[in-house]
């Protein structure tokens, strides 16, 4: 019979850091576990401003992130992972810019506390003699202004509606992203000094080529704004729209007629949007969302599909488009659809097959495209800017993801990697402020890491303050409370969530696991008694023999450190899952040697300059 092996690492500053994955899955490495474990301590404020320090649209976040910290947090592996996007939005609505009348009060408190927090980007700035000008005031325009803002610089955005906020604002429906919000969040990056310019349209009213000699430096941030329609018999009938052209008219207050029967083809997050937004327009009867994919596979986040359901949007999924019907006066009057067998190839590429056989036909008088959106980039058309495309049609990225051809010339969000997240704009913005500063300044900023202990650990923290409350482990996520149908079905305002209430936000806080709290082992105590193993009660912990253990070189030259010899047969070791791990220091408590420490580990990363 085969020994059984197991592959190990020694830890270190990576791998404590990995450990909080709910940090680390965040674009922009925001301390979720530590503002969930403030609000279960009741501590708001500290919460909040954990938040916000590194994003400066966390009320917005708190309101429509798909929330990829929950995605990576470590709890999901157990049962469900902690509601964080949700308890985001508890904190902002106590102490964020929703509470604020004068937004120059908060622009206030907000540099004083980035300040005291050790920012390094705060006044770096080097030569502000010319503005540095941004086209499109979307997340990533927006996170970009405001942390060039912070470092001392004038940035100017230039944005072609009349209202800023980019896709949150033409895109995102009233009912998940309230309005006066979003102009909230926007009136506190102005209030830090950015200029924002509505009206303005690069490349007709200003030719991107002056906009670029009057400016330090330009980013493009304009969005994927168009929508993708698929060359399909029929497309040409009067009733065939693009579902983001849609969300457009009604979000920006232009009068849209559709219905009373709607069909969208698509099963994202945005055909829902168009879906549940075609519900709430007057004189709609039916609303049919069809997709290729199966259930399992569709793209949209389950509370969308279950909200959408909930509001009377019908689902139809494994069926494609095959021809849309139409009347003699060139109007929509149904579609057909052929049911899809595949949507992909044995290699995972996208590569569907149908049944060409297998057919159904739904009545239609409005048929939305949603499977896809696309950038309008006229504007560089004769610009006078050698502009590097690639064969798609879009501008060419260098490796660091934002710089262009063009020195000075940069892109973020969409334009930069195609329709992601919000918060993967706000990153991208923010990573390529850092970009300007450094063109600008010739100046490379310096990540440094600090205040961190050896060996990275916090050292008077004891077990019993690893601070979990009695019966953690089997307390339940809840969704979070939703308005009634009859209520949100109103208007296209009327919310949908209603948030956490404080006693349920507390308790939902408490189920965060602390991932930087640790079990820290001290070989020299250990008596290899194996009660810690015996105590765990998610057998995470496993006395092994040295031999049994895949080592690399680093490992093998600390059995011969200790040992004096190759670690075949001598020595013994404690492995531990970390996967499995929920903290609760059991191990610790129950070692008659106190061999186990439960240690928490901190650190702090800023950009020297």
């Known amino acids: 019979m085969a020994k059984q092996s197991f592959q190990v690492v020694i830890p270190d500053y990576k791998y404590w850091r990995q450990n909080i994955k709910c940090q680390t899955g965040c674009p922009v490495n925001t301390d979720s576990r530590g503002y969930v474990k403030a609000i279960a301590d009741g501590d708001y404020e500290r919460a909040y401003w954990i ?7 966390a009320s917005i976040c708190g309101r429509i992130c798909a929330a990829p910290c929950e995605l990576a947090c470590r709890r999901k592996g157990i049962d469900s992972s902690i509601s964080i996007r949700a308890l985001k939005r508890f904190v902002t609505q106590q102490y964020g810019i929703e509470i604020y009348g004068e937004k120059s009060e908060f622009a206030k408190n907000f540099k004083e506390k980035f300040k005291n927090e050790g920012m390094g980007i705060q006044g770096v700035a080097k030569d502000t003699s010319k503005p540095i000008s941004i086209v499109g005031s979307g997340p990533a325009g927006l996170a970009c202004a405001h942390d060039l803002a912070l470092m001392g610089y004038k940035a100017v955005i230039y944005e072609m509606e009349n209202v800023a906020g980019g896709m949150c604002v033409t895109g995102i429906p009233p009912y998940r992203l309230p309005r006066e919000l979003l102009q909230a969040e926007i009136d506190a990056i102005a209030a830090l000094g950015v200029e924002i310019k509505l009206g303005v349209q690069i490349g007709k009213d200003i030719p991107l080529k002056q906009l670029y000699d009057e400016s330090a430096a330009v980013l493009l941030a304009v969005g994927a704004k168009k929508a993708r329609m698929l060359p399909m018999d029929g497309a040409e009938n009067k009733g065939v729209l693009g579902g983001v052209d849609f969300l ?60 959408g359901e909930e509001e009377g949007v019908v689902r139809i999924n494994s069926y494609g488009p095959q021809k849309i019907n139409g009347d003699e006066h060139g109007n929509v009057k149904s579609i057909t659809f052929k049911r899809c067998l595949s949507v992909f190839d044995h290699e995972e590429r996208f590569s569907p097959r149908y049944d060409e056989s297998d057919l159904i036909t739904i009545p239609a008088d409005t048929v939305f495209f949603s499977i896809g959106q696309a950038y309008d980039l006229s504007f560089l058309n004769d610009c006078g800017l050698d502009v590097e495309m690639t064969e798609r049609g879009t501008i060419k990225v260098n490796i660091d993801t934002i710089s262009t051809s063009v020195p000075g010339l940069y892109v973020a969000g969409d334009l930069a990697y195609g329709p992601k997240l919000v918060i993967d704009a706000v990153a991208s913005g923010k990573k390529t402020a850092l970009a300007i500063h450094e063109y600008i300044s010739k100046e490379s900023p310096k990540l440094n890491v600090t205040e961190m202990h050896t060996p990275f650990m916090e050292k008077e923290v004891s077990h019993d303050d690893v601070d979990h409350i009695w019966g953690y482990e089997k307390i339940d996520r809840s969704e979070v409370p939703a308005e009634p149908v009859e209520e949100r079905l109103k208007s296209t305002f009327a919310p949908v969530e209603a948030g956490f209430p404080e006693d349920m936000a507390v308790e939902q806080g408490a189920r965060c696991l602390n991932c930087a709290v640790n079990t820290i082992f001290n070989g020299d105590r250990c008596i290899l008694c194996g009660g810690c193993a015996d105590v765990c009660p998610e057998y995470c912990l496993r006395l092994v023999s040295l031999e049994s253990i895949k080592a690399d070189e680093t490992m093998t030259a600390l059995f011969k450190t200790r040992y004096g010899t190759d670690p075949e047969g001598s020595g013994s070791a404690i492995i531990k899952d970390e996967e499995r791990c929920i903290r609760c220091s059991l191990c610790a408590k129950r070692c008659p040697v106190d061999a186990i420490t439960m240690e928490r580990f901190l650190f702090k990363e800023e950009y020297t300059f």
Do not use: W
Request: hydrophobic content about 45%; aromatic content about 2%; overall charge negative.
């Open 51 to 57: 938040a916000r320090i590194p994003n400066p649209l």
């Open 248 to 307: 457009r008219d009604v979000f920006i207050g232009k009068e849209v007629n559709i219905g009373p029967n709607v069909v969208v083809i698509g099963g994202g997050n945005v055909a829902y949007d168009v879906a549940r937004t075609s519900v709430r327009q007057k004189g709609v009867k039916a609303v049919s969302l069809v997709c290729i994919e199966e259930l399992h596979q569709m793209l949209a986040d389950h509370i969308e599909i279950e909200e």
